[in-house]
């Protein structure tokens, strides 16, 4: 079963109610958008208002990513589920 990592941003400010984290992005490993908007749903915003999504990048290059603060604060972004920001899972 082939899985797709996706990079998530949203529109939030400091001043919307969010879960710690996430106004960088978010990523996730998924099998299809759809599945990738349910774990965002289930694992991050479960109480928090889901915001709308600003940016979605399917088969997202990590290393791409914000070496800064991204890269070393990821986990395994090769199984299913939320890999950026830890804590989520």
Same mark, same amino acid.
């Given at each position: 079963?082939k899985m797709t990592r996706?990079?998530f941003?949203?529109?939030l400010t400091?001043r919307?109610p969010?879960?710690?984290g ?5 990523g996730?490993?998924?099998l #299809?958008?759809?599945?990738a908007?349910?774990i965002?749903?289930e ?6 208002? @889901? !915001?709308?999504i ?8 990590v290393?791409?990513? #914000?070496?800064g603060?991204?890269l070393p604060?990821?986990?395994d972004?090769t199984?299913?589920?939320?890999w @950026? !920001?830890?804590?989520?899972s």
């Amino acid at each position: 079963m082939k899985m797709t990592r996706f990079w998530f941003t949203f529109n939030l400010t400091m001043r919307d109610p969010h879960p710690p984290g996430v106004l960088m992005g978010c990523g996730i490993t998924a099998l #299809d958008e759809e599945d990738a908007i349910r774990i965002l749903k289930e694992n991050v915003f479960p109480t928090h208002p @889901f !915001p709308g999504i600003k940016t979605m990048v399917a088969d997202v290059d990590v290393s791409k990513l #914000d070496q800064g603060h991204v890269l070393p604060n990821m986990g395994d972004s090769t199984r299913r589920g939320v890999w @950026f !920001p830890l804590g989520y899972s």
